[in-house]
């Protein structure tokens, strides 16, 4: 129930063209690409998922976005938002003939390459998709997924968060990309002076984890049992890049600003962001209730994945924390 269906990948290469022929049509002295990143391209999307598209330009006059609000707007979408003060500037629209919710930026090259990168973990081992789909769902259920506005975090960091767990199985499920030696091709280059390169070759790949026997169902319990658990919120690091969990000593952020931050997860390319910031330290105790909540479920039920993940009812939130065995 969780995949998307043919129709729904119709529509979103439809909105893809239509995006990139209203610019071109507004202003044909510059040329713009428009591509999918994100759910719609590394085989994670569903039919609820929001359409992301990354407009690439060279031209600066798209740098306030703003201005490419009031074209979306002149051209039939509705402007639900804009967000020209994030760390990368949003306007989020509604098709109304499309029935799409879409996300666009300008010329955000490194979230293509996050997108290549999650698509290739994807393909490594039969097990990354389903459980990655699994708890992208429970987060939303859970009202977990709202980085922008709700003090969680987003999609792609708890992404992060699956293949680095499957990363540090004993023996590992999927290997690290940013290591495994690898030719530069013309999708692996410098984007914002950052190394954004890493194998995806996957004749190389593919079976990486075939000596771990563990089943989907007991990945999935063993994930939240690390982050109720096992996981030391207050002295490691989250990293995809490395392969591992790294100690905040090693990355510099025992002191500062990311010492002060309840969850330390380190974006793949860019390296000095913490994608956990996103998350306070109440929001994070939170999150580990959540974990907690989770591990009885499974042990309650057998792995039923409709109480797992149950739309959260904040009426119902101290009833969840005072009836929980933990």
């Known amino acids: 129930k969780l995949l998307p269906s043919r129709q729904s990948f119709n529509k979103r290469q439809m909105m893809m063209i239509k995006i990139e022929k209203l610019l071109n049509r507004e202003w044909p002295m510059h040329r713009f690409n428009v591509h999918l990143f994100g759910s719609s391209q590394n085989n994670l999307g569903t039919n609820q998922s929001d359409v992301d598209i990354c407009i690439s330009t060279s031209w600066n006059g798209l740098r306030c976005i703003k201005t490419l609000a009031n074209v979306l707007r002149k051209n039939g979408l509705q402007i639900v938002r804009t967000i020209p003060r994030a760390k990368v500037p949003i306007v989020k629209i509604w098709d109304p003939v499309l029935q799409l919710a879409c996300d666009l930026n300008v010329n955000n090259l490194l979230a293509l390459q996050n997108t290549r990168m999650i698509k290739t973990y994807v393909a490594i081992d039969p097990r990354v998709r389903p459980l990655i789909l699994i708890i992208k769902h429970w987060a939303k259920q859970r009202q977990l997924n709202d980085a ?86 207050a002295t490691q690091v989250i990293s ?64 039923n994945l409709d109480s797992l993940c149950r739309w959260y009812n904040y009426s119902n939130h101290n009833h969840h924390i005072n009836n929980s065995i933990f």
């Open 240 to 303: 995809v890049r490395s392969g591992k969990l790294l100690s905040r000593y090693e990355k510099g952020w025992h002191k500062g600003m990311e010492s002060r931050r309840a969850l330390c997860i380190e974006e793949p390319f860019d390296t000095r962001r913490n994608l956990g910031n996103s998350a306070d330290e109440t929001s994070v105790r939170g999150l580990q209730l959540e974990f907690e909540r989770a591990v009885n479920i499974l042990l309650e039920t057998g792995g």
């Open 148 to 233: 922008a506005s709700g003090g969680t975090l987003s999609t792609y960091t708890w992404t992060c968060m699956v293949i680095n767990f499957l990363q540090t199985r004993n023996p590992p499920i999927l290997p690290n990309l940013h290591e495994i030696p690898h030719t530069l091709s013309n999708d692996n280059v410098q984007i914002n002076g950052m190394n954004s390169s890493f194998c995806d070759d996957l004749s190389r790949l593919v079976g990486f984890g075939r000596s771990n026997h563990e089943s989907l169902g007991g990945l999935l319990y063993a994930f939240f049992r690390k982050f109720a658990f096992e996981f030391d919120y």
